[in-house]
């Protein structure tokens, strides 16, 4: 099976926009989906497929890919985004899922 | 209202088993495939297993595969994992998904998502 590839921290200031990227060869052909997981909460999706977010996700939220990377993108960080965020997909057999490691994200 | 509601998780010692269930409400079971994914302490999310009502189809991680069945009861709309010969390192909370999957036309890529998680059950193996 194959693996996703997530930076373990990002850090961004209040209002500005953070990118957090995922990588895997599975995306060259799936779309990744992204999870949000709050301190001591169940996650929570908030993007999947191209680029569509789940009713009562903020449009701050989008996803994008290109090649064997996706990305989801916060424009205009605010403080209640602070989170752990998951990506995933399908691996490369289809018959497994992957979760990429997960990436702390902190507003300043 | 889609809910998800897991039960079933204790403290149990390495080598014994586990029956973890997943009751299902607001939408019919047999049209999705229907996930496990757990959490070690600490730890990032790791997919366990899925079974589609419909056909039958299952599949499971390399870390739990012939140890752990995953099933489920249409008639009862609850999902089941049975956790044989536990290990230290199954020591997490369980969550139950349930699973979606499309193609994109456009580009012909597929994608996946779990939309929603139950609230977890905690497994501790441990003597």
């Known amino acids: 099976s194959s693996e996703l590839t997530q930076d373990p921290a990002v850090s961004v200031a209040l209002g500005q926009t953070v990118r957090i990227t995922c990588q895997g060869d599975s995306l060259r052909n799936y779309y990744a989906s992204w999870y949000q997981q709050k301190a001591g909460q169940t996650p929570i999706l908030v993007i999947y497929g191209k680029n569509n977010r789940p009713s009562g996700i903020p449009d701050r939220f989008s996803g994008s890919s290109s090649g064997n990377t996706a990305s989801l993108t916060i424009t205009g960080a605010q403080a209640e985004d602070e989170a752990d965020y998951y990506c995933n997909s399908r691996d490369s057999s289809g018959n497994h899922w992957v979760f990429g490691g997960g990436t702390n994200l902190t507003v300043l | 209202q889609v809910q998800l509601v897991e039960s079933g998780g204790g403290v149990v010692q390495p080598g014994r088993s586990l029956r973890l269930s997943c009751a299902a409400s607001g939408f019919t079971f047999s049209n999705y495939g229907m996930h496990w994914v757990r959490q070690a302490p600490g730890k990032g999310l790791e997919w366990v297993a899925v079974i589609w009502f419909d056909g039958g189809n299952k599949y499971y991680a390399d870390s739990v595969k012939g140890r752990f069945t995953i099933s489920g009861d249409n008639s009862k709309n609850t999902l089941y994992l049975q956790m044989n010969s536990l290990r230290a390192e199954d020591t997490a909370v369980y969550y139950c998904?349930?699973?979606?999957?499309?193609?994109?036309?456009?580009?012909?890529?597929?994608?996946?998502?779990?939309?929603?998680w139950g609230q977890g059950t905690l497994v501790t193996v441990s003597s």
């Open positions: 998904a349930r699973g979606g999957e499309e193609m994109d036309d456009s580009s012909g890529y597929y994608y996946n998502w779990f939309d929603p």
